[in-house]
């Protein structure tokens, strides 16, 4: 039980919400999405979910290594025309890493500390953590002891700057698209926030029909006097495997884009593979024994007790996750638009919960380090998008 480290606060200030431009978090469905709580940690297991994030992103990078060095494309679920762009983002874009989230189990107490995925592609929960978070700490810090973990803005500044270093021929322009989904905008905002402070000097929102992309010379976005500015850095909150699979003619300019050196998107095309479930079986032969994973397999007959998860290689959202806890038939099932993909499966983790049933997930954001915590909950089995943020 957690209950014992919530400590319950006023909700946040209104015009506070406002100052910030977050109403949406806090408005319709999402009413209720925030919890008006915290959840306290001690010094030593924030020290534990900093040095395994640091050891499983290292061991993310070694998988995604040895599925290009021993081709292990159709094994992970990459199709053959995806390898070209992924073969070359993996021997030529490691060091472009820009963020990413690991989502966890336990980390509290008596409950171990399990990797259930790590949101590496694209990932969400940016303006929570690091404005949303930080607004409740200040109006609440008074009665509460310690300090946040939350570095997400100022390493996320570390990394724009470390970009532009490492690539000097580039000019500082960063144009940001998405498919134009409210929650996208407000990811991209941070984002912006922490690429203008590391100097870029010309950033831009564009839903993506409004991006021109031109296979001879980049990207590019139309201005009001009819004028066409170009763009050497794009950061897309959009999956590549939605460029991939919905958009394949875009998908083969921006592999002819990205291979010519036209424009370096955020990020990378290698992230297709962190962000895929399949990651997690390759990991775990990696290193079997190290405590934080989970074991993961192909093959369902590898858990003779039949106590696994079964997830679509490239799901999102909670989608089509099949949960079974030692019978044949699984306790419990999610619909989702993944259902024909191939799956994997993963041995259950144990959640900690509270005396309401909540189940809490703990994430970490990496960003080129581990730069901050939060934390979801949800009286489910399954932490999905009616999830709280405590």
Known sequence: MVDSRIVKSRPLDRGKIKELDLNWLVEGENSEYLANAFLTFDFDEVKDFKSVANDLHRLAIEAVRKINRENLWDEVGIPERAVRLLRYSVENELSDFLIGRFDFAGGMGETPLKLIEYNSDTCSLLAETSKIQEAYWVQEKSRLPGEPFNDLIPSLIDRFEDLLKRHPDKTASLLITTLGHEEDWISGDIIAEAAEAAGFEDIQFKALPDVIFSEREGVFVETE??????????????????????????????????????????????????????????????????????????????????????????????????????????????????????????????????????????????????????????????????????
């Open 225 to 390: 006097a009819g004028e066409y500015v170009r763009f050497d850095f794009m950061y897309k909150i959009i999956p590549w495997d939605f460029f991939l699979n919905e958009e394949p003619e875009l998908y083969y300019i921006l592999e002819g884009m990205v291979m010519d050196d036209m424009v370096l998107i955020l990020n990378p095309a290698y992230t297709m593979l962190l962000q895929s479930k399949a990651l997690l079986k390759i990991m775990y032969d990696l290193a079997p024994e190290y405590p934080a994973l989970l074991k993961a397999s192909f093959n369902q007959n590898d858990f003779p007790n039949r106590k696994f998860v079964k997830k679509p290689l490239h799901g999102r959202m909670g989608e089509n996750i099949a949960m079974y806890d030692g019978n044949i038939e699984p306790v419990y099932s999610t619909e989702g638009d993944y259902g024909n993909q191939a799956v994997m499966y993963q041995e259950l983790a144990r959640f900690d919960i509270d005396i309401d049933g909540y189940r809490y997930q703990p994430s970490v954001f990496y960003t080129g380090e581990p730069s901050a915590l939060c934390v979801r909950r949800q009286d489910d089995l399954i932490i999905d998008d009616d999830a709280e943020f405590i």
